[in-house]
């Protein structure tokens, strides 16, 4: 057999042979695949938290940038919940409080943290309409969840809130989100996908605070990160009173392999990169 033959016949099963054996255990983590934020942080307390008041605090990682990513994620709870637009509350971008969901770019705040936030809602509801179905003696199927309450569809008047029935108890937060609970089918909607006004859109068209570089507060410093050329350098020099001789507007702040400099001025000037 000639290589042109043994090449023609071998074709197929070298491409077979060059793809990752582990190619689906990766795309399932990759930033690309729609379940990436609830991968990451798979536990209910990530993304809700119900409050004796009735309001529903919903947690994202993602940041407003004029996208109006707020109101969508607030319009995905709502809806999955089945209460009132103003009975949730978002919080978004705090790095104490929030999801760790990397960035907010590539149109992937719906797909991540909208994924995310709807199966989160679907498993805390489902949760709660196992303890009314205890609670009323009664088949889930004939319960009806409105703005917050549950109650017999035979008795109407006896009306249950999420927050009584879930109690106090904090182990439901950090039960892991069951992805496989049906989600609420889209013909039933009733907030996503309705004209309802920007939770920034007041503060933006008066040009008031909305957005983080709008913020100016009285002694506000600057920072800026100094990064290194890649993952996992290292900070191996000690000199630092070289740099802040060099620099005498700047401190630098130093934990580890973290290393930034802040200044009264916002042009920071420091090195970007370590030495």
Known sequence: MDRRTFLKSSAILSIYFTLPLNLKAKSTNSFSNSYFSLNQNPELFSWLKFLNNGIIIVKTGKVELGQGIKTSLTQIAAEELNVGFNNITIISGDTKLTPDEMYTAGSFSIEHSGTAIKHAAAFAMDIILNEASKYFNENKRLLICEEGFIYPKIS?????????????????????????????????????????????????????????????????????????????????FTNFNAIIAKFPTIKLIKNKFFLAAISENEEVQAPSYYP
């Open 156 to 236: 109407p008047n006896k009306k249950k809130a999420y927050i009584e029935l879930l109690g106090n108890s904090e182990k439901i937060y950090h039960l892991n989100i069951n992805k496989q609970i049906k989600t609420k089918n889209s013909n039933n909607y009733t907030i996503v996908g309705k004209n309802i006004q920007k939770l920034e859109g007041e503060k933006l068209t008066k040009g008031q605070e909305c957005f983080i570089h709008d913020i100016y507060k009285e002694n506000l410093l600057y920072a800026r990160v100094i990064r290194p050329h890649c993952y996992f350098n290292t900070i191996n």
